[in-house]
């Protein structure tokens, strides 16, 4: 299993980002795949999850309104558009994936619900 990030970089806040995943290794359209950022001296945080089996998705309060995650299965990649950014939203974002549908899962937006997890792409966001 291989989990490629990228799309990550220096903006300035009010702008936009697309993260990527490219995933490998496994059977994509068996999985579901987790968009979480982790920010220097803070926990882990799920930011988003989709599950393309079934369209279901989950935003956390903090992104909800401003992230959209989509997933294109020819490409095995989800993406996690990132529209009005924050200095806030500064982190390593990382991409995950756990085997099945998230609308079965307890904790959709969970740590410890994935599997897999790629290396990460840093987002730093300027005032």
């Known amino acids: 299993v291989q989990l490629v990030e990228s799309g990550g970089g220096l903006v300035q806040a009010g702008k936009s980002l697309r993260l990527s995943c490219v995933a490998s290794?496994?059977?994509?359209?068996?999985?579901?795949v987790g968009w979480f950022r982790q920010a220097p001296g803070k926990e882990r945080e799920g930011v988003s999850c989709i599950s393309s089996r079934d369209g279901f998705t989950v935003y956390s309060e903090s992104v909800k309104g401003r992230a959209t995650i989509s997933s294109d299965n020819a490409k095995n990649t989800v993406y996690l558009q990132m529209n009005s950014l924050k200095p806030e939203d500064t982190a390593v974002y990382y991409c995950?994936?756990?085997?099945?549908?998230?609308?079965?899962?307890?904790?959709?937006?969970?740590?410890?619900?994935?599997?897999?997890w790629g290396q990460g792409t840093q987002v730093t966001v300027s005032s």
């Open positions: 290794g496994f059977p994509f359209n068996d999985y579901s």
């Open positions: 995950a994936v756990t085997r099945g549908l998230l609308r079965f899962a307890g904790d959709p937006l969970g740590f410890t619900t994935y599997e897999y």
